[in-house]
């Protein structure tokens, strides 16, 4: 399903030519006016209506879905790696019908103290010390055995060996923000089990870490790149900036160390959120007259979302490779948000939100809104990992306080926890696996 199209000439111009029997000339003229800049501007012109995306999430979300479900095909041909008729041993089916014709971004979280966590923190030396949350004092475990459950099927058991397989002589990458890594590190954890120990390394090269199994010649990579494009942020280790520029057109200047791969999940949104308006750099950060503009949030974000799919449509083999595009990852630092209290946050938060129609106001709408316009024109095979709605449920499954601290803790923050809990990113094991389990399953069974 594409985005909802712009009103039709025929049907909008009839009721309005009805209407307007009676009315001054005036008027006429002014709903005219409007009848033509909205034929003219289409689906563009419908994001001047806040009310209109408000009441249409829903849609919004079946969009994507059903736009994830289109891109699976290609001329009629099976994706690469997905599996087909005797290959899908391990899909489950449910009262809806295999995962391929599940929605699988629509369910609920149900308790699971016998299959989850999918592996154990301290078996996975690998996960960053900001995620090791039980190492660092979080004194429960609740927010380790939830699982999402599809409203109408089950999905797939997550197969180490299958996806190790599927990735011989190949490559997959994870490009993006900390969260991206996150997510990463996640697979990782999922998969390093079953290797020997002496048939796997990791490596970090700048912005670029590099997990190989040996065995398989196949390579599961992490590549820094927070808005995708070229930034003043774009050090992997010192890029806390406040005033953060992004260089138009300078997708290259990231994009030529991700050719090659086969499988590629892309993220960006949190860096951008920094208010209404972004600095966007035309020219080089070499110029020692920086000619920069301000754009709406919403239009530099955009640029980026095009930027992106010009670069997968020119460098991604349809017929080879797989390309996702992870959706913002949601941030709870409002309580008041949920009905807690109005100086709050994630901080000592053990429950998930159990209202199914709880958004928060960090996870923009508006930027929701643009990356269905971009992706519904587009006819460039992507598929998107719609994890916002059932993450914004876990309240519970942040770092907050239980990571490590880069700088020494002031007196002041010891005695209010609320103001340096960590409410962006999130425990391992813990959320992050349901992604990747989503991941894996519009992987192999699209």
Not at 122 to 135: D, F
Not at 434 to 440: A, V
Request: hydrophobic content about 35%; charged content about 20%.
């Amino acid at each position: 399903m594409k985005p909802p199209p712009p009103p039709s000439s025929s049907s909008s111009g009839g009721g309005v030519l009805r209407k307007s029997r009676g009315l001054s000339p005036y008027l006429f003229i002014l709903l005219a006016f409007i009848l033509f800049v909205t034929i003219l501007y289409g689906e563009d012109f419908s994001c001047f209506f806040g009310g209109q995306f408000d009441s249409n999430y829903h849609q919004l979300h079946q969009t994507f879905s059903s736009s994830s479900s289109s891109s699976t095909t290609r001329d009629n041909q099976k994706l690469a790696f997905a599996l087909t008729g005797e290959e899908e041993g391990d899909r489950k089916l449910g009262g809806g019908g295999g995962v391929g014709n599940c929605d699988v971004f629509s369910g609920r979280w149900v308790w699971d103290d016998v299959a989850r966590p999918l592996y154990e923190e301290s078996e996975c030396p690998y996960i960053q010390p900001q995620l090791t949350c039980q190492e660092h004092g979080r004194p429960d475990k609740d927010y380790q055995h939830w699982r999402w459950q599809p409203h109408d099927c089950s999905l797939p058991s997550f197969n180490a060996t299958l996806m190790l397989e599927s990735l011989r002589g190949k490559r997959m990458m994870f490009v993006g923000d900390s969260l991206n890594r996150g997510q990463y590190v996640s697979m990782i954890c999922l998969l390093h089990s079953i290797i020997p120990e002496n048939s796997k390394s990791m490596e970090t090269f700048g912005s670029l870490t590099v997990f190989t199994a040996k065995d398989y010649n196949a390579t599961i990579e992490f590549y820094w790149a927070p808005f995708l494009l070229e930034s003043n942020s774009d050090d992997a280790v010192v890029h806390r900036i406040a005033d953060r520029v992004v260089r138009k057109g300078s997708i290259n200047k990231h994009g030529k160390h991700w050719k090659g791969v086969d499988i590629m999940v892309f993220n960006t949104y949190l860096w951008w959120m920094t208010g209404l308006e972004f600095k966007i750099l035309q020219g080089s950060f070499e110029d020692k007259e920086k000619d920069v503009v301000e754009l709406p949030t919403e239009e530099a974000y955009r640029m980026a979302m095009k930027s992106m799919l010009r670069w997968v449509k020119k460098n991604m083999d349809p017929d080879k490779t797989r390309v996702f595009f992870t959706s913002m990852s949601p941030s709870h630092g409002k309580s008041i948000e949920w009905g807690g209290d109005e100086n709050g946050n994630c901080y000592n938060e053990t429950k998930m939100i159990d209202d199914v129609t709880y958004w928060g106001s960090d996870s923009r709408k508006s930027i929701l809104s643009v990356i269905g316009q971009v992706f519904g024109n587009s006819k460039v095979p992507i598929t998107f990992l719609n994890i916002t709605q059932l993450s914004s449920y876990r309240k519970d499954a942040h770092t907050s306080i239980y990571k490590k601290q880069w700088t020494p803790l002031t007196d002041e923050q010891l005695a209010n926890p609320v103001s340096y809990a960590d409410c962006v990113h999130w425990c391992l094991p813990g959320l992050q696996d349901t992604w990747n389990e989503l991941l894996y399953s519009k992987l192999f069974y699209p």
